[in-house]
Nanobody, 127 residues
């Protein structure tokens, strides 16, 4: 069992930055891949970014590439999402997730690949 807790969301103006954190507990953090997803009101949950178990591969959705950075600190059991140049269309609830059954260098990108999810944190970008 893995428990996840996101933090760092809030209200920011367009062009601003936020850093989301996701603290994990329950299993050895370094043994699984981590991902960030988001869900805007009335829309399906979509992939944002993922980082491999090996910590040397990251993958981003085209919509955030060059603006968001995913990273992990295994000593703190935490994964981060640094978001810059935020746009109103980035407004959503952001979720972190864990994939415990994946290859060492793989960056899972589909909702169905992740076994555990956090409760989400709201990010609102005003224009």
């Amino acid at each position: 069992q893995v428990q996840l807790a996101e933090s760092g969301g809030g209200l920011v103006q367009a062009g601003g930055s936020l850093r989301l954190s996701c603290a994990a507990s329950g299993r050895t953090f370094g043994n699984y891949a981590m991902g960030w997803f988001r869900q805007a009101l009335g829309k399906e949950r979509e992939f944002v970014a993922a980082i491999s178990r090996s910590d040397d591969y990251a993958y981003y959705a085209d919509s955030v590439k060059g603006r968001f950075t995913i990273s992990r600190d295994n000593a703190k059991n935490t994964v981060y999402l640094q978001m810059s140049s935020l746009k109103p269309e980035d407004t959503a609830v952001y979720y972190c997730a864990v994939d415990i059954d994946t290859s060492y260098h793989y960056t899972p990108r589909r909702v169905a690949q992740y076994e555990y999810w956090g409760q989400g944190t709201q990010v609102t970008v005003s224009s």
